[in-house]
């Protein structure tokens, strides 16, 4: 006969069964704002192949209200504002897809540099924490004055200030995991100081990394607008939801409509960003994974 199991303090009298990983199916919030992300995506995509005369002057038709002919009217110089905004949402998303990706790369540079090398970390971080002394925007509008005015000089002045943030976390995740024992057993045989960042600490990183790039596309969106709209953004002859916004603020009380189709798309697509990104934190991140159950 086989013998009995043991039992008695501190033998598990069964042995636990292994965490069954489920899916989830994703909230309606996710779904809602995955949608509207990728229509927008599609709009930006679609409508510079399709709208070609957004920039010309119709005196006849300033300040038009919505209708059949002009679906978000027009602003005080005849210009259709749906044509100038569905233009404008590429120009938004690019600087927002642009400053998340340099953003990430850079932040993962200095991150993995400073939290690796003992050496380099206090000057390094010290140097990141003066630029994030500096309130964003204002030393976005000072790199626009000095480099002049452009869209990829926008993409510039906007990731300058979002590389320290990045830096830092990744600079936190290289700090805990340095210690742990499988860095300590690459270190031990060989392994070269490259490969244990690339292969061993970088991909633990992932998850939070790409958390952070989500928040980091809306709050670039929504700093290009805001630069946009000081007059220190995107040129006139660029549509962007920054630059329809600024042309509006001198007719508001004539024509609120110049601001608030725009005002409304820009919402619209950074409540669906940070809705992606909320759920992306919620299944990458392990500790909120097991407090689900997935």
């Not at 630029?131 to 002045?157: D, E, H």
């Not at 499988?182 to 990394?209: D, E, M, Q, R, Y």
């Not at 509006?248 to 809705?275: C, D, E, K, M």
Request: proline letters at 7%.
């Amino acid at each position: 006969m086989a013998p009995a199991p043991a039992s008695g303090p501190g033998l598990a009298t069964t042995v636990p069964a292994p965490r069954r990983v489920a899916f989830r199916r994703p909230g309606a919030a996710v779904i809602a704002g995955v949608a509207v992300l990728g229509t927008l995506v599609v709009i930006a995509v679609v409508a510079p192949l399709l709208i070609h005369d957004y920039v010309s002057i119709n005196t006849g038709a300033r300040l038009l209200p919505p209708g059949s002919e002009h679906w978000f009217g027009t602003d005080h110089l005849g210009r259709d504002i749906f044509d100038r905004t569905m233009v404008g949402s590429r120009n938004s998303l690019v600087v927002g897809a642009c400053v998340a990706l340099a953003t990430t790369l850079l932040g993962v540079l200095f991150g993995l540099v400073a939290g690796y090398f003992r050496v380099v970390d206090s000057v390094l971080m010290r140097a990141m924490d003066g630029m994030m002394a500096i309130p964003g925007v204002l030393l976005a509008i000072a790199l626009v004055s000095l480099l002049g005015g452009g869209l990829w000089t926008v993409i510039v002045a906007i990731t300058v200030p979002e590389v320290p943030r990045t830096a830092r976390l990744v600079r936190s995740v290289v700090l805990t995991l340095r210690e742990l024992p499988f860095v300590t057993a690459a270190i031990s045989v060989g392994t070269s100081t490259p490969k244990i960042l690339l292969t061993h600490i970088l991909p633990n990183a992932v998850g939070a990394l790409t958390v952070q790039a989500t928040y980091v596309c809306a709050s670039a969106i929504i700093a290009e607008a805001v630069l946009s709209f000081l007059g220190v953004g995107t040129p006139p002859d660029i549509p962007s939801w920054g630059n329809v916004m600024a042309v509006g603020r001198q007719y508001f009380q004539l024509a609120p409509w110049i601001i608030g189709f725009p005002g409304v798309l820009l919402s619209v697509l950074v409540l669906a960003i940070n809705t992606l990104g909320d759920s992306l934190r919620d299944r990458l991140d392990p500790h909120l994974a097991r407090r689900s159950g997935l």
